[in-house]
Structure formats: structure tokens, C-alpha cells
């Protein structure tokens, strides 16, 4: 038996960091953005991306064999993905994400080991500085590039959550933790017939109007600054919470969804969204790793179960709950008041 077994894998995600790290440096460098111009060859995307020529020619080819580009007589272009997904000037655009992992977690994730022997974050706290979202909300340059990374990691999902049919039954929703936005924005691109408000911190507003006006909706969505820690979550047929719940501990949680339910009127819902684990807990691998990733960031924090999620909705005094599968590893459940 054991000639049939091969290694291949375990090397394969040993070495997955040279990979990663290659990305990140590839849109640190914007090689997608300027090949989105157009397709250059070897001498010219070295001279223009600043790369030795030690590394330029193996730089590159990775990125093929990766299949981020490809290269045709000596011509590099990108892959249709990374042309719609990796070029800044692009709508599409969702690289902050990966901008806050090679600025931030690409370093944190190598304490990963104390992490799991001491329960404590490894985030810019580990040396007495601010806390994530202190740190965050303090400094709006870096405010701005976390809530833009949050729009590219959560597109998809807030698409799907914007065409999912309940939407009929009410007139009004409130985004708690809403970001940039992008949530609020696709519900009500969507369902004209609604009014929504983004519920976040005083320093979100700006960023969350600008983006509202970008978008088209700025006639039917507001923001409501309000610290959701201190005060009631304002009143809506519908109060949504997306990647919000994981960042906090049990205690915390359930006061945030007891707060969702004192929110909404007898017949309303409650919309958690986040990657959740699979129940059996064996197949969302991003779940999973996403909740390592609270572990190295907060110092409670955790992902879970749509089950785990549904029982807390009940115990709040839900009537009824349900799971639903949005896209890639992002589910969300339903509670109804």
C-alpha cells in the first residue's frame, strides 16, 4: 500500500507560502495593473516593475506556471481572471485584500505556533501596541485599505445575499459593521423598493457615504455612527451582519444577536453571514483557516458553525432559523423574529 502513497501534497502545502508570497509581491508591484495596458515582453516589464534581472525572467514565469499570466513568443499578459479581478483601475478590482496580507498578516501568521500554545494574538498587540481595530480606526489611510479589502473579500457573497427573495417581505435594513459599504449598496441596487442604513463607527462615514455616491444609492442608504459594543442597533425590518460575528468571543456574540433581535419588529430577520465552518466540521478548509486567522488577530475571536449559529439564534428567541449557501465559503443563516 504504502507504494501508492506520495508526498506530493505535503510538499505541495509546506512549500504554499512561496506561492502566496509571490502573489502578494506581484500586486505589491502592480504587474497585473500594468499589463492590464498591455501585454509586454521580458526587458520591458523589467525596466518598468523595477525588477534585477537576476530575479525578473524566474519572477514571472512563476507567475505563469501559477497561472496568474501567460506568456506567448516572449509576451506576458495576464490570465483572464487576474486582468478582471488584480488591476487597480478596474471596479472589479478586489486585491486589498491581499495588499492587507502582504502588508499585515503575511508576518503575523509566522508566529502561528505561540499562537496556539498561549491562545494570545500575534498582531501588532503582542508588543504592547494598539489592538486590530484600534489601531484600524485611528489612522484613516490604513482605515480605508481594510474597509476596501473588506468589500474584496465579501463581494460575492453580498451579490448573492442582494437577490436572495425574502428582500420582498420588507422596506428597511440596517449593515451593522457595514464597512465600506458594499453590502448595503448591493441590497439596495437590487431592491429598489428599500431603504437601508449602515451602522458603524463615526470614522466609517465618509467612506461609506463616498462609496454609497460612487455607487448610485445614496438616495435610499444612510449611515448611523454608533458603537455597537454601547449602543442599541437602530431599528429595521431586517438587520444584516456580515463577517462581524467571528471577530468577537461567545459572550460577545450573543449579546450582538440578542441586540439584532431588541432591533427588529415581530416577523423581521436577522442575516449572518461569515465563511462558516461546515458543520461536520471537515470540508471548508477557508473556515477554518479564517478562524486561526481571529485567532492571530483578536484576543477572542473564533468562526463557527451555521449550527453553533442557529443555536445561538434560537436561544435569543428566534422562532425559526435556517442555512443557506451564498458563494465559495461564505454561507449565511437566517433567523426570524
Excluded at 509586454?40 to 501559477?66: C, I, Y
Amino acid at each position: 500500500m504504502s507504494e501508492n502513497l506520495s508526498p506530493e501534497k505535503i510538499l505541495q502545502i509546506g512549500t504554499g507560502f512561496w506561492a502566496s508570497k509571490t502573489l502578494l509581491s506581484a500586486v505589491e508591484m502592480e504587474v497585473f495593473t500594468e499589463l492590464a495596458r498591455q501585454p509586454e515582453d521580458l526587458a520591458s516589464l523589467q525596466g518598468r516593475l523595477g525588477l534585477h534581472p537576476r530575479s525578473a525572467q524566474d519572477f514571472l514565469d512563476a507567475l505563469v506556471a501559477l497561472g496568474f499570466l501567460e506568456r506567448h513568443d516572449g509576451v506576458y499578459s495576464n490570465a483572464a481572471e487576474t486582468d478582471l479581478f488584480l488591476d487597480k483601475r478596474k471596479p472589479t478590482y478586489l486585491g486589498g485584500m491581499l495588499e492587507m496580507l502582504n502588508h499585515r498578516l503575511y508576518g503575523f501568521w509566522g508566529s502561528l505556533t505561540e499562537a496556539l500554545r498561549t491562545g494570545k494574538p500575534q498582531n501588532e498587540s503582542k508588543h504592547g501596541g494598539e489592538g486590530l481595530f484600534e489601531a484600524l480606526y485611528a489612522d484613516p489611510a490604513r482605515l480605508k485599505e481594510f474597509l476596501k479589502a473588506m468589500t474584496g473579500l465579501s463581494h460575492g457573497a453580498n451579490v448573492a445575499i442582494a437577490h436572495q427573495e425574502f428582500w420582498a417581505d420588507y422596506k428597511s435594513f440596517v449593515d451593522v459593521g457595514t464597512a465600506q459599504g458594499d453590502l448595503a449598496v448591493q441590497i439596495a441596487k437590487v431592491n429598489r423598493h428599500l431603504v437601508g442604513s449602515g451602522y458603524d463607527l463615526a470614522e466609517v462615514g465618509p467612506i461609506f457615504e463616498e462609496y454609497a455616491e460612487l455607487q448610485g444609492v445614496s438616495e435610499r442608504l444612510s449611515f448611523t455612527p454608533g458603537n455597537f459594543f454601547q449602543d442599541e442597533i437602530p431599528a429595521a425590518d431586517v438587520v444584516t451582519m456580515g463577517h462581524i460575528l467571528h471577530d468577537w468571543d461567545l459572550e460577545q456574540k450573543k449579546m450582538l444577536i440578542a441586540k439584532a433581535y431588541r432591533a427588529l419588529p415581530e416577523g423581521g430577520a436577522l442575516v449572518v453571514y461569515e465563511s462558516l465552518i461546515d458543520d461536520g466540521r471537515r470540508q471548508n478548509v477557508f473556515g477554518l483557516l479564517m478562524s486561526l486567522n481571529m485567532l492571530i488577530e483578536t484576543p477572542g475571536g473564533f468562526d463557527y458553525t451555521g449550527a453553533d449559529c442557529e443555536d445561538w439564534m434560537r436561544e435569543a428567541g428566534f422562532r425559526e432559523t435556517r442555512q443557506r449557501h451564498l458563494v465559495g465559503p461564505d454561507s449565511m443563516v437566517i433567523g426570524v423574529k
